[in-house]
């Protein structure tokens, strides 16, 4: 189960990547806009003051991260998995922020949303690329070395593409596709930044299968070898973080 509380530790460092995204899309006036994989639906709120005519619908499979979705005119929320969600009508704009790397066909997810598109429609999306840094590398090693009989069958190596793999899924005839990837490098407040970020993400799954008693040890081994990895300096715990972008823009047919 996905923790609000834990994941908004960072809420402005995960943000950034959503707006970068979002400054890419050159939709102007939609009418209908959906953020697939909310969460708690602050960012979603974003795009409805950008796009002040527009109806955007968030949703996300999580209950607990739904209950703390902000009301407001011509914004709505639900409760819903990505890999199951075909729109009721044409979509003006698709974003999904840090989603689909949790989905593993999700390639063919997004060229069945690229479909989905109204025509001059827009699709927008982000994944983390960083499945290769120390911080996923510390958390295998734990896991293959104490933890593989609770865990093992969750560790993953690549779920992801870079930017030229997305162009290609998703380039073709009557589409316009702007790929990218940036290394942010977040300095992390505190002890144990890192395990603090992570704990909210990519350790989630695990702590949703271990028993209760057992998260404070299997913490502990992550945190040893994450703060060997990333060593806290004066100023902070520099903490550099690969996504990967991909803007693709539905060519109307009278352009």
């Not at 090693?141 to 933890?147: A, L, Q």
């Not at 779920?159 to 380039?171: N, Q, S």
């Not at 081994?221 to 060593?231: H, K």
């Amino acid at each position: 189960m996905w923790d609000p509380e834990v994941y908004a530790r960072y809420a402005e460092e995960r943000a950034r990547p959503f707006r970068d995204l979002v400054a890419r899309i050159g939709a102007e006036r939609p009418g209908y806009v959906v953020d697939a994989g909310c969460g708690s639906g602050e960012l979603t709120a974003e795009l409805a003051r950008r796009w002040p005519e527009a109806e955007v619908h968030g949703f996300d499979s999580s209950p607990a991260m739904i209950e703390r979705a902000p009301a407001g005119d011509r914004l709505s929320f639900s409760v819903g998995d990505v890999a199951d969600w075909r729109p009721e009508r044409p979509v003006d704009v698709i974003v999904c922020n840090a989603v689909l790397q949790w989905v593993p066909d999700h390639p063919e997810l997004l060229t069945r949303w690229v479909e989905d598109l109204a025509p001059g429609g827009w699709l927008a999306f982000q994944v983390p690329g960083n499945f290769h840094a120390p911080s996923h590398e510390a958390v295998r090693e734990v896991i293959r070395v104490k933890w593989f009989d609770w865990l093992g069958d969750l560790v993953r190596h690549d779920p992801v593409g870079g930017p030229a793999d997305y162009l290609d899924l998703l380039a073709g005839p009557g589409r316009e596709v702007d790929a990218w990837e940036t290394t942010y490098l977040h300095v992390l407040p505190g002890r144990n930044a890192v395990l603090g970020w992570i704990a909210g993400t990519a350790l989630r799954p695990m702590l949703d299968r271990l028993p209760e008693a057992e998260h404070e040890e299997f913490l502990t081994d992550c945190g040893i070898l994450l703060n060997e990895a990333y060593p806290r300096r004066p100023y902070g715990t520099p903490f550099p973080f690969r996504r990967v972008f991909a803007v693709v823009r539905k060519v109307a047919t009278d352009e």
